[in-house]
Every structure is written in structure tokens, then in C-alpha cells.
């Protein structure tokens, strides 16, 4: 696609509930990133891809996060076990560079209610 | 102490007013970003940068990495410009990106 597509745009959920949140990123994109934005808050780094593997995973606030990447393209980011400080919107970017974060490219995110 | 802040929280303007937002890091970094987000947008790079200074359109940022500051300046600003400003510094190993809170801009006509 033209541009950094996240699915879905929307998810509500119930407290203890997985989620799985999806990013595709612009074809030939090396590096790809996951953040979040709580209601009120600043971006927050939560996981960064480059290729398929993932040199810095320190912005996972806890064990029921994680993320993988396949074929140096589609990423998903799950969610375990959901609580309510969970609700945010979840970024993807993604950038053509190695090494360097080059121009970022970001999706519409995908907002996460959970109730 | 964030390790970027950005100066000021919020800001007003009148149409046509020439601003400037500020940017200050802690941290040694390889480059500086420069992002927008519109109320209920998604966000856009407007700049990266790891020296000297950078021109597009009504919007320049320059940066000055001994004092590590960057500047991001509208020009003949429009209520279309009204929207959160983020500045973000890459450093690190991992090329980790660190935000700022962001500048709320409001322009009025």
C-alpha cells in the first residue's frame, strides 16, 4: 500500500480479554516501530523492528506485551490478558533506513478501549 | 527531568504571527524529529534532522547539537497549522526514539 496501514482502527474489549493489533508497513521498510498514546499523554516507544528481529524491546511495560515480525513485514503487537490502563492508542511507523531511524512514516493507530 | 523537553506547553497566535517552538535534550543523539499531529489525526514527519537547519515551505527547524536545542519556526502561520507538536530525539544503539510532551499550537483568524 502507499502508506503504513494498522488494523483494526478500533477495538473495544473487556478486561482480561487478548488483542492482537496489526501493522503493515510501507513495502520495503526495514525498521518498524510500535508506540502508544494514552488520552492526555505523550508518545511512548514500546518496541522496535528491525527486519524481523528485535534489537530493542525495553519499552514493553510488562510481560502480557509482545510483538513479532515476519518477512521483514506485517508486525502484530498482543495483548494479554488485558487491563484497563492498557486503553491507548497503539502507533506503528515505520522508516527505509538501516541504521538510522530515517524519515518516519506513521499509521492512523489503532485505539484500544478496554472496559 | 524528561530527557526532551519542549517549550511552551501550549500556545496562541493570531493568523499571520511568526512562532517558535522549542526543543531541549539531555541525551547524546544522531537526529531530531520534528512531527504534527492534527486533533483526532494521525502524525506526520515534518523534519529530521542532525545539523544546521532544514526549510519546508512556511516551516524551518534548525538545530544546534553543543547546546543541544532545536527550533521549530512557522512563518505567516494559518489556523490550518493548529495542531500538537512533537519533538523526538533518536540516540542510543537502537535508534530508540525519545518523545517530547508536545506543543499544542492554536492559531486564531
Known amino acids: 500500500g502507499a502508506g503504513v496501514s494498522q488494523s483494526p482502527s478500533n477495538k473495544v474489549t473487556e478486561k482480561g480479554k487478548d488483542v492482537e493489533l496489526r501493522c503493515d508497513p510501507i513495502?520495503?521498510?526495514?525498521?518498524l516501530y510500535w508506540y502508544r498514546q494514552s488520552l492526555g499523554q505523550g508518545l511512548e516507544f514500546l518496541i522496535y523492528?528491525?527486519?524481523?528481529?528485535?534489537?530493542?524491546k525495553s519499552g514493553l511495560p510488562s510481560d502480557r506485551f509482545s510483538a513479532e515480525r515476519t518477512g521483514g513485514s506485517v508486525s502484530t503487537l498482543t495483548i494479554q490478558r488485558t487491563q484497563q490502563e492498557d486503553s491507548a492508542v497503539y502507533l506503528c511507523a515505520s522508516s527505509r533506513y538501516r541504521g538510522s531511524t530515517g524519515e518516519l512514516f506513521f499509521g492512523e493507530g489503532s485505539r484500544l478501549t478496554v472496559l | 527531568k524528561n530527557e526532551v523537553e519542549q517549550s511552551p506547553q501550549n500556545l496562541t497566535a493570531q493568523e499571520g504571527e511568526f512562532i517558535t517552538i522549542n526543543c531541549s535534550y539531555s541525551?547524546?543523539?544522531?537526529?531530531l524529529h520534528w512531527l504534527q499531529q492534527h486533533p483526532g489525526g494521525g502524525i506526520v514527519s515534518l523534519f529530521m534532522?542532525?545539523?544546521g537547519k532544514k526549510k519546508h515551505g512556511r516551516l524551518i527547524a534548525t538545530i544546534n547539537i553543543q547546546e543541544k536545542h532545536s527550533s521549530l519556526h512557522i512563518t505567516a502561520s494559518h489556523p490550518r497549522d493548529s495542531a500538537v507538536y512533537i519533538c523526538a530525539v533518536e540516540g542510543g544503539a537502537t535508534n530508540k526514539l525519545i518523545f517530547g510532551t508536545g506543543t499544542l499550537l492554536a492559531v486564531q483568524p
Open positions: 541525551v547524546g543523539i544522531s537526529a
Open positions: 534532522l542532525s545539523s
Open positions: 513495502s520495503g521498510h526495514t525498521a
Open positions: 523492528f528491525q527486519g524481523n528481529s528485535a534489537p530493542d
